[in-house]
């Protein structure tokens, strides 16, 4: 058997609550019922927007805040993803950082992100280069040809 027809795929998505995120959550969970394997939904908290922030309750409501985008991550995968491998995980600093990071560290297959946040799909995508690894970055369009996703896949 070939080990590449066992290989199954790993997806991350970037996910920050904004509508394109929710649509790159649902187009990896589609991914991966078609071809196997898992979707992982990384919410980050950016923690480094409050250093040196004095206003009374602010980093307390944007945590509250991140929680619910996960909560949101999570309910959508149960309504989406029955039958799937999948989960979130939550994590704290740079959501840039954190999100490579992680995709590097899983040696995931496919990164999904909201258009603003290209920087991500870049920097993987350079870090992949970099390892020798082929990989394609790509924008996914909605039906009115406005971005919907950027994608970084491994080839």
């Given amino acids: 058997m070939n080990p ?17 995120a929710k649509d790159a959550l649902r187009y990896g969970v589609e991914k991966v019922r078609v071809n196997g394997g ?8 950016n ?15 944007g945590r509250a805040e991140s929680m619910r985008f996960a909560a949101e991550a999570k309910k959508i995968l149960g309504e989406t993803g029955t039958g799937i491998n999948s989960r979130v995980i ?6 840039e950082e954190e999100t490579i990071n992680y995709a590097r560290d899983n040696n995931m297959d496919l990164l999904l992100c ?16 970099k390892q020798g690894r082929k990989a394609q970055e790509d924008m996914i369009f909605d039906e009115t040809e406005r971005p919907r996703l950027a994608v970084v896949s491994q080839q």
């Fill in 90 to 95: 939550c994590a704290e600093g740079n959501p």
């Fill in 4 to 20: 590449k027809e066992d290989k199954k795929m790993k997806v991350l998505v970037a996910y920050d609550g904004s509508m394109q």
């Fill in 114 to 129: 909201s258009p603003r946040y290209k920087s991500i799909i870049r920097g993987f995508k350079k870090l992949l280069d």
């Fill in 38 to 45: 898992e979707v992982v939904a990384l919410h980050v908290f």
């Fill in 47 to 61: 923690s480094n927007m409050f250093l040196d922030y004095d206003v009374f309750g602010a980093e307390e409501s």
